[in-house]
């Protein structure tokens, strides 16, 4: 078979490639990705470029989706233009793939798509006695593949078969320098990846295209490990009291993750053996827990983890089921509790390059805080969490349905609940909501106390004098009276409701404050203050700001960026500078471990205090 | 536990370790290795260093092995002397291990023992609120295994346990980037490594010492896929015959390498789990048995290989039972019929550097022969082997006990046995021997016809003349007579063993003359011919020549150089310099296809006669 010489330009990179090629072919043998939406069937006329040399006559289809003028000045469908002899191919911009950027939502990081994972059509030329290169190295060479070893001997075997029942046309995959997978003909199907952020309470999943960069399909969960455990600290005592407690919380999770994968392949149409990389941030334990790595050590003094760097692990050593020679990524932790998805939320959020003082809070089970300046990255970890996701409340809950997720005082209570369902319970932006308005009517006091309905204060409406009941420890103040409610059920906010809160908010602002400290600043020169994770989306700044849970900016400053954390996984799914950039945020964040700090309990105790904090204050 | 700080000389390493650490443990952490071969235990008195910086007081052990003189200027024993501030340990030359060098058996090549596995005891400091890294990341930075990875996760599950359990006294092994292993406290044990020569007949296994690069014993088998082909050729139809073929064959030379690892563990006491690396090199078609890749395109046109390149593969996906993360390297081919082995050959002989022209010339089933003048490297395969094996010789044997491996003639036939047993048939150097005798006193013609009885040459002796029987194609001659033996057989040499002798030899010595020529030289021009192989080993020089199988060069021009394959792995094994170049070798060598060239088939036919040819004939 005649062999002939395409160059493709601008690159000006050359390939040898059979006579009687397509353009295509001939590009992507360059190692150029196309865009080709129809899969290459002369359809789309996506994949329109310049051919100089001797090649096939246009027929119609062309014809019809380029123009004759067009043609006339040499314009071709790369699918349709067989080569037929030395030529160059101009292949312009808006025909190229991987060009494209990747949007992380509500964060809006722009950044270049570039996967690990590449899927590159090879023509092979067929060996003879002037080229008796190895098979392998012939298929490595031809797919600009050079460098690569096969994934396993498993894969090598698999090659001589694939390449002579496919007359050497193939598709190979790369995972980096590995050749992960290589399949007869040309394989149009792009390559997936999965991107987790794996919650104390609730797991999300992105199934990603790995070659346009798009969300296919999302799904949750919540975390299965629930029943072994509420938080993290019980968790790892559930893992540690027997040799099956931690093989049953990682099941667990394997489980969800499972199912999650496969919601969202068929949501999308896709198929499960065409993910060939997942990307995953979680807490430390999170973390642990998913790779099946002992997480004592994390709930004892000194609090260290097993592993915090950026790991490969093949998806078969963790057992789930994708592609055979699929791996996982998981993204490096930072610290015992401060984990790999706080690293997602300061990649998402770009918070080391960040121009004024910006604080990044993820409130999850736990709080996690950043504090960003000049590029120095500080974090701690606060037990702030458990009280916002209703843990610890006599009858908090979780953003379920029926949950009350928004409260305002006017001559009564008004509530919102989750799917405006009969009230069940109150979750985080409830509790919020409810404190900073008992607090703003005088019903609670600055430091705490809730008074008994005989003291409660004058000028108070009468119906919400009417909700107080009892006094001291037992006081309490109904939200939902069972009159109000269908099922006769009522839903109060009790006294030590109140203390948790505090406590909770507390600890986050100590947090927020002993950072700023340390930066050298006061909440009052925070420029920016993000709030990551479902909750922040829920909660009304107002009311946050209100108890002096967050210090006390400009609305305007304050800013919710959704689930950053996941932002963070897809955006190193989807590129390996990102991945880098993650190492780099590990590497630098500086870890403040509160219980060490002699400035925290102080600050602790001073910020229990439920009223604006920070610049307001003066 | 205070810190402190050795600096390590003439090196400059500063390690930080815990005051009251041993100045051995000290030097260990710092990545250099020390002569202990008492185990530490403060007996042989090799680990002299000199300590300048606060210290244990020498005790009587030290002062009698160290004598008080030396006492007095800072000599210390480094398994005694407990380093209780900041110092300084220099180390001298002497009592260093890892700078030995490797002399390979026969080819005499010394290169720096560099292995690919090291042991590294390392003392790692214990977590605090101050130092909260993760176990692994903790363990890798103490023992001087930055930028390692636990080779799977599977390893790092097991990190916290074992540091835990020891006080955080482990012995980490590494094998080049990866954490391959880490055990409880100190480990004395050396690391081990096997190197293979897997021959189409005959298996070496070599059991070596990684610290030492001491030879620890050796073992071999005859290839167990011989039952199913004598050669290369057959074993490939099997495999290819049905879905079982190349598996039955891979398991039979696997079950052979591992009974070689009991025999060589067991002579060495030593335990095969200490084993953590693998060299093997192996003609292409054994190489690909091993690593179960179909080699069903190695016996078709264009005889291609499926794999070329060195790889390093996870023995369990091979099935050899070894230390669990121990790794097989495997040299690389250079074609379909020119493998690993002749890699080891060319690495072994240091053929790339050496000065003038060089023949090396490997065989064993088949014969390759490799070709070097200033830094360019020439090789073929010719289809020399299997008659000096014994195939294809009606009484032909393989050098076993009562195989005829020298013949002389003078007034009658005198033999010689292997292990003077009594004869069983004739092995490669006695049929060479036989021949080349036979030319001589004129029985068998240049051109290979055996004379008739009844033809016999005036003056032959009357004895000799006795055992030449039949006439033609069925003309023989009778080494062994039935009343010479004492079970009555008698042991012959046809007139078509002759044949077979003279294309195996017209073979080798056209494909020594083939790749000269494209050298643009002669054999007058050879300025050694180095024979290797078993084979090589027993050959008589003068009968080689004498025949014409060889170039008639000057006998002290042609040498013996052993199994330089296996010596070549051994090389590999114990130096990755040594792979590297193997490598560049690979890469390096201009592979002829004999069966590509056209002047081959003339060669051939002109170097079928018996006759010394070459230098000698002008």
Redesign the interface.
């Known amino acids: 078979m005649e062999r002939i010489r395409v160059t493709i330009q601008p690159e000006q990179r050359t390939v040898e490639v059979a006579a009687g090629t397509t353009a295509l072919d001939a590009i992507e043998a360059a190692g150029i990705g196309l865009e080709a939406p129809c899969g290459g069937r002369g359809r789309c006329g996506k994949c329109r470029v310049m051919v100089r040399g001797p090649a096939s006559t246009p027929r119609a289809t062309e014809r019809r989706l380029l123009g004759e003028a067009e043609i006339a000045h040499g314009a071709r469908l790369a699918c349709r233009a067989r080569l037929q002899g030395d030529a160059e191919v101009l292949v312009p911009e808006e025909a190229r793939l991987g060009r494209g950027s990747i949007v992380a939502d509500g964060v809006e990081r722009q950044v270049a798509l570039d996967p690990a994972v590449r899927k590159i059509f090879a023509a092979v030329p067929e060996?003879?006695?002037?080229?008796?290169?190895?098979?392998?190295?012939?298929l490595l060479a031809t797919a600009d593949l050079a460098g690569c070893?096969p994934d396993?001997?498993?894969l090598?075997?698999r090659?001589?078969?694939v390449l002579?029942s496919s007359k050497f046309r193939v598709t190979a995959v790369a995972i980096d320098g590995l050749l992960a997978g290589v399949e007869r003909g040309r394989v149009s199907a792009n390559p997936l990846g999965m991107a987790f952020d794996i919650g104390t309470t609730t797991v999300v999943g992105y199934l990603m295209d790995l070659r346009t960069g798009q969300q296919l399909a999302v799904g949750s969960r919540l975390n299965p490990q629930s029943r072994y455990g509420a938080d993290v600290v019980s968790r790892i005592e559930f893992a540690g009291q027997s040799p099956e407690g931690l093989t049953t919380l990682n099941r667990a999770i394997l489980g969800a993750l499972d199912e999650i994968i496969d919601e969202t392949c068929e949501a999308a149409q896709m198929r499960r053996r065409f993910i060939y990389e997942v990307a995953v941030v979680g807490n430390t334990a999170m973390h642990h827990l998913f790779?099946?790595?002992?997480p004592?050590?994390l709930a004892v003094?000194?609090?260290?983890?097993?592993?915090?760097?950026p790991?490969y692990?093949p998806t078969q050593?963790?057992g789930m089921r994708l592609h055979p020679n699929a791996r996982i990524y998981t993204l490096p932790?930072i610290?015992?509790f401060v984990g790999a998805d706080t690293v997602g939320v300061a990649l998402a959020s770009n918070l080391a390059a960040s121009p004024g003082l910006t604080v990044a809070v993820d409130i999850g089970t736990n709080g996690e805080v950043v504090a960003a300046a000049d590029g120095r990255l500080l974090a701690c970890s606060t037990a702030a969490g458990p009280a916002f996701e209703g843990a610890r409340i006599s009858q908090g809950v979780r953003g379920t349905e029926g949950a009350i997720d928004a409260v305002a005082f006017g001559d009564d209570v008004r509530i919102h609940t989750i799917g405006d369902a009969p009230a069940v319970g109150i979750c985080g932006s409830g509790l919020i909501d409810a404190v900073a308005e008992l607090r703003r009517v005088g019903v609670v006091e600055e430091m705490g106390r809730m008074l008994g309905r005989e003291e409660a204060p004058a000028g108070l409406p009468a119906a919400l004098r009417d909700r107080m009941e009892g006094s001291g420890g037992e006081a309490r103040f109904l939200l939902v009276r069972p009159d109000e409610h269908p099922a006769g059920r009522l839903v109060a906010l009790t006294s030590r409701d109140v203390r948790e809160l505090q406590l909770a908010k507390g600890a986050l602002y100590a947090g927020i404050d002993i950072l700023l400290r340390r930066l050298g600043a006061g909440v009052a020169q925070v420029d920016e203050l993000l709030l990551a994770g479902a909750f922040g989306n829920y909660v009304r700044r107002e009311s946050a700001v209100g108890i002096g849970m967050i210090p006390a900016l400009g609305l305007s400053r304050i800013r919710s960026i959704g689930n950053a954390a996941g932002s963070g996984a897809k955006l190193a799914l989807l590129s390996r500078a990102m991945r880098a950039e993650a190492a780099e945020i590990a590497r630098k964040v500086e870890?403040v471990?509160l219980?060490?700090d002699s400035a925290f309990y102080d600050r602790f105790t001073g910020a229990m205090a439920l009223a604006p904090m920070g610049e307001d204050r003066g």
Chains 1, 2 share one sequence.
């Open positions: 060996p003879s006695l002037e080229d008796q290169r190895g098979d392998v190295e012939r070893v396993g001997i498993e090598a075997r090659v001589p078969r002579r790779l099946r790595l002992p004592e050590s003094i000194p609090y260290v983890p097993v592993l915090t760097s790991r692990v050593s963790v932790n610290a015992g870890y471990e219980s060490n």
